[in-house]
């Protein structure tokens, strides 16, 4: 937990100082009430054994400014907890601020090996849940972590110079309190620190049914995605109930302890006060107000810490993961070139590239080598897990080669900044992906001259793509609303979209990984022949495993469980490579391929 305090800023390192102030001066001040109270319960007790008016007047004067004094002390005291609270609540809120920007900003960096480590559904919970735990015990901790140990410190000073037999009942029902104390803590610490993991495992249940939605009704499956929630919700309710179990037991029995405590208080001191001088008597009544209230105020303190103690575990649990995340280095990491030599672009080369995935044995890619010049369509075809995905994704270095080298305008990709590089490539994914907004910003997206883009470069792109039709039937046009992940429009549109997307940047490269599978046909050859009128002099990859989308390619790839095994057009792989015949007999005849 101490490790999140590097992340504070000066301003919150200023509001620690002024809490910390507040707290000793509010300290300060609640000390001193059981002082004024002690005199004025000795002065009125005073008042009933006078009986000269002028004494009694005099007495009086000094009732009414040791109750001023008290007044003063009370709304002082109030104002500093008002101001306490105020700042509390400004450093939890603060810090919770800059935590979450952190680990956006670093999850950000991730590469897919890191946030494949985390899954998406814990990184979910430790960016709001986990923070919650951390902004609580900061709003808490300025007024409880910090007041509750001097409390407890100056309240015993004060009562340790009194009488005996009141320490030892304090001491007595100090003991108790701390039996029930270690009972909770024993019994509900171990249940806090599953809590975390257990709303891990209740968000990545819920977020797979959100996202699978279409397929559970479609397979009728909702009481099997109900049974999987409930069993999860069980979990988690089951591990509160026995902690909040643990806490109903808690306050009662603090309650029945410090009343009893009051109770020998009084009782102690109606023996002593009845065994005492008269003289004495009144100063033994007024020690005994003073020594009650400040023993309330040392249990009260004791109980605050208890209830920092409960709550530690589950922070730290929350802290760690917290750190966890902020402590872990993206594995890709920037080069320093910014720019490609004048006069080279477009050109890239696979050197002797092997590759394995993070923590795997066996390799993906073995041993691949291939060069793709300025201009050149490049196709990859292959069986499934053949590598062709995993190929295409080491050019904008979704990750790094194990072995050997990847080269973009005769430079190694891991020389270039990733910004630099990735601005050389028109990425369109296998799964389209879309953003909350309009067409217009899922289209420009990424772009740095304003939210709408460019109007015109905008239209190009979407009458390349093909989408033009279906956007003005839209209402409103290329400002028609775009939902959570183009759910209000079809996998067609949305692949459309995307290729606009990678249009609209102008590129070096394009890489299209099986991006025309939801098209037809008629519009996957209109589109391909925009491309080729379009691109003219850039490079294009495209996975794909239709045949029909690749024959024309000035260059088609055959891989085969990681190897490349054929290499060349259309017609000289037919003549060639039996993988590729393979292939392409499974979707064609013999007559529409002419042979």
Not at 360 to 379: I, P, Q, R, S
Request: aromatic share 8%; hydrophobic share 45%.
């Amino acid at each position: 937990m101490i490790r999140i305090f590097r992340h504070l800023s000066k301003r919150e390192w200023v509001l620690i100082v002024i809490s910390l102030g507040l707290v000793v001066a509010q300290i300060g001040l609640e000390l001193q009430l059981p002082q004024y109270m002690q005199e004025i319960t000795v002065l009125t007790m005073q008042t009933t054994v006078m009986s000269d008016a002028d004494e009694i007047a005099g007495i009086m004067g000094q009732i009414w400014w040791a109750g001023g004094k008290m007044l003063i002390c009370t709304l002082i005291s109030a104002l500093s907890t008002i101001v306490n609270g105020f700042c509390a609540a400004r450093l939890g809120a603060g810090v919770s601020h800059t935590l979450r920007g952190k680990i956006f900003s670093r999850v950000e960096a991730f590469t897919m090996e890191e946030i494949g480590h985390f899954s998406t559904a814990s990184l979910i919970t430790r960016t709001t849940n986990d923070i919650q735990q951390i902004q609580m015990i900061i709003a808490m901790g300025m007024q409880m972590i910090i007041r509750a140990p001097i409390m407890a410190v100056m309240a015993f000073s004060k009562i340790s110079t009194k009488q005996s037999e009141w320490t030892i009942l304090t001491g007595i029902a100090l003991a108790g309190m701390l039996t029930l104390i270690s009972f909770v803590i024993v019994y509900a610490i171990p249940k806090f620190r599953k809590i975390q993991m257990l709303t891990d495992n209740l968000n990545r249940v819920t977020r797979e049914n959100l996202n699978g939605i279409r397929v559970v009704r479609a397979y009728n499956a909702e009481e099997y995605q109900e049974g999987k929630f409930e069993r999860a919700n069980d979990d988690l309710t089951t591990n509160n109930l026995k902690v909040n179990r643990a806490m109903a037991i808690f306050q009662p029995g603090i309650n029945l302890i410090m009343n009893c405590m009051s109770i020998g208080i009084f009782w102690i001191g109606a023996y002593i006060i009845s065994r005492a001088e008269q003289n004495a008597k009144f100063e033994i009544f007024g020690d005994m107000t003073v020594f009650s209230n400040y023993a309330m105020m040392l249990l009260m303190s004791f109980m605050s810490l208890v209830m920092i103690f409960m709550m530690a575990p589950r922070v730290t649990v929350s802290a760690r993961r917290i750190n966890e995340v902020l402590d872990t280095e993206p594995k890709i990491l920037d080069g320093k070139l910014t720019a490609s030599p004048a006069g080279v672009e477009g050109e890239i080369e696979f050197r002797n590239v092997g590759f394995k995935y993070p923590d795997a044995e066996d390799y993906v890619l073995k041993n691949v080598n291939f060069t793709c010049h300025k201009g050149d369509t490049v196709a990859f075809i292959g069986s499934t897990g053949s590598g062709k995905s995993t190929l295409i994704n080491l050019v904008p270095r979704f990750y790094d080669v194990s072995e050997g080298a990847v080269l973009i305008d005769g430079i190694d990709v891991r020389e270039y900044t990733q910004e630099a590089l990735r601005k050389k490539i028109g990425y369109v994914p296998q799964k389209a992906t879309l953003f909350t907004g309009n067409v217009s910003t899922n289209v420009s997206y990424g772009d740095a001259s304003g939210e709408l883009g460019d109007a015109n470069e905008i239209t190009r792109a979407l009458r390349v793509a093909q989408a033009t039709e279906f956007v003005e039937k839209m209402d409103g046009g290329v400002v028609a609303a775009i939902s959570q992940g183009g759910q209000n429009i079809s996998g067609g549109q949305k692949q459309r979209l995307s290729i606009a997307r990678a249009i609209y940047r102008r590129p070096e490269i394009y890489i299209f990984d099986d991006s025309f599978s939801a098209l037809d046909y008629k519009t996957d050859q209109q589109l391909r022949a925009a491309l080729r009128t379009e691109s003219a002099g850039v490079t294009n990859l495209i996975v794909a495993q239709r045949i029909g989308t690749i024959r024309d390619a000035d260059k088609i790839i055959v891989l085969e469980a990681g190897q490349l095994v054929g290499e060349g057009t259309h017609d000289e792989l037919m003549a060639s490579c039996e993988v590729y015949r393979e292939i392409a007999f499974s979707q064609l005849s013999k007559e529409e391929l002419g042979a």
